[in-house]
């Protein structure tokens, strides 16, 4: 009887194959050093210099974060980012340089190469980590913000960004030591797309914040209308910004809906433009109406306004209408109402100085005869004799 029988499959790795490739390093080593012993000692030197100038470099890093006004701010972020240079990854760097100058054997230069690419993989990932991470500090950290916009979230943010980065580190990593990554990425792309929509919600308003932080359309402080909404921006958090409308009431909108509305930062304007209509009576002589835009012209600049437009706008149902604009400096209202105050006001006293009269809306009814001519309302009573003399 036959029998099927199965060799067992050879482990990925082999333990007992370890002293073996050990003892080879090791002996393709000294004969190299035996060989190119005074080229050896040269790119030792060498390497020593090189690694003695980096750790010079580090603590230049260590020194820019003692100094916080240097270059805004951003300094502190560089020196941060330097100083996390690890002392693997300096050394692999000195190697690494060095190596094919002495002339350092396959098995040797290999090796080195091997450590090398472990190395700046996960360093350059420290690195992409620090600077985004200080960049996105040193925004919610200045005066406008105080860092409540994503005080709360920076441990999020941090564990994110950590791993995004080290993984992509590690795939490089694999990637350069032959290994088939195709699987991995799949797999990694599949997570993070299940990950992205199980929160969505909470990924959509972290990077509205973010938004926020970064292209600054308001901050807080500003005041900002939106919708039939008006008020002052007291927070801007994670997930939600908090605005004190002037009605009094805290309105709380998530950031994602509130950056996708037409956002009016009132904050920022250098003028408040009020408009007026004036009505005048249609009895007001013709030459009086000629120099009225001038009359309106210096009663706002009088009180300390630009005027933007004033004439003729319109013929109304009771008065001839005209248009005054005029701009008040700054952004504040109450400001602005106090002069709106004072320049109508002003053009009241103006306009009885001038015998100018504003109309309130009247009609007149007139009586037809049946063949349209017009006759009095009322019947003529005859004149009595002590009228006719």
């Known amino acids: 009887m036959a029998t099927n029988s199965t060799s067992p499959k050879a482990p990925i790795f082999d333990g007992s194959r370890v002293p073996d490739q050990v ?53 502190v972020i560089l020196g941060h980012a330097i100083a996390r240079t690890n002392m693997f990854f300096i050394v692999t760097l000195a190697a690494q340089l060095v190596s094919g100058y002495a002339g350092a054997p396959g098995e040797v230069a290999k090796t080195i190469n091997f450590f090398f690419v472990i190395a700046s993989a996960f360093q350059t990932a420290i690195w992409a980590r620090e600077l985004i991470l200080g960049t996105i500090e040193h925004r919610t950290s200045s005066e406008h913000y105080s860092g409540e916009a994503l005080l ?58 973010l938004a926020i932080i970064f292209d600054r359309p308001f901050r807080r402080g500003d005041k900002i209308s939106y919708d039939s909404t008006s008020g002052i921006i007291e927070s801007i958090g994670l ?49 009086t109406l000629a ?28 008065s001839l209408d005209f248009a005054l604009w005029f701009d008040v400096p700054g952004d504040d209202w109450p400001t602005a109402h106090d002069t709106r105050n004072r320049v109508l006001v002003s053009m009241m006293r103006r306009f009885a100085a001038e015998g100018i009269s504003i109309p309130y809306p009247t009609q007149t009814n007139y009586t037809a005869a049946p063949d349209g001519t017009l006759i009095m309302p009322y019947p003529k009573v005859p004149a009595t004799e002590a009228q006719k003399a």
């Open 23 to 75: 003892e080879s390093i090791i002996d393709a080593t000294y004969d190299w050093v035996q060989v190119y012993w005074l080229k050896v000692l040269i790119a030792l030197g060498v390497g020593a210099l090189i690694v003695v100038a980096l750790l010079w470099v580090r603590k230049l890093g260590d020194r820019l974060c003692q100094k916080p006004g240097f270059a805004g701010g951003w300094g």
């Open 152 to 209: 709360s979230a920076m441990g999020l943010i941090r564990l994110l960004v950590t791993a995004v980065l080290f993984a992509i580190a590690l795939v490089v990593v694999l990637d350069n030591l032959g290994v088939n990554v195709t699987g991995l990425v799949a797999g990694l792309g599949v997570g993070g797309i299940a990950i992205g929509l199980a929160a969505q919600g909470i990924f959509g308003d972290l990077f509205a914040a």
């Open 239 to 287: 997930k939600s910004t908090r605005i004190r409308a002037f009605t009094g009431e805290l309105r709380i909108i998530s950031n994602r809906n509130l950056l996708d509305k037409e956002i009016q930062n009132t904050t920022v304007r250098n003028h408040v433009r009020l408009q007026l209509t004036i009505g005048v009576a249609y009895e007001t002589p013709p030459d």
């Open 291 to 318: 120099k009225l835009p001038s009359i309106l012209t210096e009663v706002v600049e009088a009180e300390g306004a630009t005027v933007s437009r004033a004439g003729f706008d319109s013929f109304g149902g009771s």
